[in-house]
């Protein structure tokens, strides 16, 4: 294995960590600005009421991009396999 195939490795690594996180992290994201524009909007500025609905939508976000995410790994997987099966 070279350099290049160890680059190109840690890429794709790199990209499949992404594209496994990017559902949950986006989901908390527009929850956090919507909750934090409803709290500079109406002065309520209760720290707990930002936790119980981030990690409701992160939830729901992980139960609705599951599949997505273990396709994504599988396709990691069996790319790496295939790899290690070559040498």
């Known amino acids: 294995m070279d350099g290049?195939?160890?680059l190109?490795?840690?890429r794709d690594a790199?990209?499949?960590?992404?594209?496994m996180c990017a559902p949950a992290m986006i989901a908390g994201l527009?929850?956090?600005l919507v909750i934090a524009?409803?709290?500079a909007l109406t002065q309520v500025q209760e720290m707990t009421l930002v936790f119980v609905p981030k990690i409701?939508?992160?939830f729901a976000a992980l139960?609705?991009?599951l599949p997505l995410?273990?396709?994504s790994l599988a396709a990691f997987s069996e790319q790496i396999f295939i790899r290690i099966s070559a040498f």
């Open 37 to 39: 524009f409803f709290q």
């Open 4 to 6: 290049l195939e160890v």
């Open 63 to 65: 139960l609705i991009f």
């Open 56 to 58: 409701l939508a992160i």
């Open 14 to 19: 790199l990209w499949t960590t992404v594209v």
């Open 69 to 71: 995410m273990g396709a």
């Open 30 to 32: 527009v929850v956090g």
């Open 8 to 10: 190109d490795l840690g």
